[in-house]
Nanobody, 123 residues
Framework: QVQLVESGGGLVQAGGSLRLSCAAS????????MGWFRQAPGKEREFVAG????????FYTDSVKGRFTISRDNAKNTVDLQMNSLKPEDTAVYYC????????????????WGQGTQVTVSS
């Protein structure tokens, strides 16, 4: 069983940066694909970024490519999302998620979720 806790959200001006961190409990973190998802008011939850469990291969939705970077530290049981050049449309609640299998960008295939952290980007 893995429990996830996000931190690092907040309010930032457009063009600014934030770093989200997700701390995981449990001994099997390294066997989990990890992802970041977000949900804006009135919208469906969407995939943002993911990182595979073994090779560390990374995946991004098109709207964040070149601006966001996902990384993981299996020794520390953490996965981070560095967000640069933030835009107002990045405003959302961001969720860390994990699944004990290969990469997927489908949120329903993730069975471990954090509580979410608010990111607000002002124009």
């Amino acid at each position: 069983q893995v429990q996830l806790v996000e931190s690092g959200g907040g309010l930032v001006q457009a063009g600014g940066s934030l770093r989200l961190s997700c701390a995981a409990s449990g001994r099997t973190f390294s066997s989990y694909t990890m992802g970041w998802f977000r949900q804006a008011p009135g919208k469906e939850r969407e995939f943002v970024a993911g990182i595979s469990r073994s090779s560390g291969r990374t995946f991004y939705t098109d709207s964040v490519k070149g601006r966001f970077t996902i990384s993981r530290d299996n020794a520390k049981n953490t996965v981070d999302l560095q967000m640069n050049s933030l835009k107002p449309e990045d405003t959302a609640v961001y969720y860390c998620a994990g699944r004990p299998g290969p990469f997927s960008d489908y949120d329903r295939q993730y069975n471990h979720w954090g509580q979410g952290t608010q990111v607000t980007v002002s124009s």
